[in-house]
């Protein structure tokens, strides 16, 4: 994608990250949209992307590192006051116990 436009360019990576596929470029993709979601202080784009990676990765995994991500999810959507991500992160958070 040749914008440069930082909030285009990271709900880009959000989209192709969901696509069905080699596991490395969903990584790379949402690693991308993280950090540009990040820079451009995008609050609900980071919500977005925490849960969806919580749930693409650690759906149905119970560990230690599937609850740091369900943790990590619910927090910043309490911290950002986002009721509706709040409630997804919580969701996953309770499904790892």
Do not use: P
Request: a positive charge.
């Amino acid at each position: 994608m040749s914008t440069k436009n930082y909030l285009m360019k990271a709900a880009y990576m959000a989209v192709k990250a969901t696509e069905r596929g080699e596991l490395v470029k969903t990584k790379n993709y949402l690693s991308l949209a993280l950090q540009l979601a990040t820079q451009t202080t995008n609050q609900q784009l980071t919500f977005i992307l925490l849960s969806f990676m919580c749930h693409r990765f650690f759906s149905g995994v119970v560990s230690e590192q599937a609850e740091k991500s369900a943790r990590a999810a619910l927090q910043n959507a309490t911290r950002g006051r986002d009721s509706l991500w709040s409630l997804m992160g919580g969701e996953m958070f309770a499904g790892k116990f």
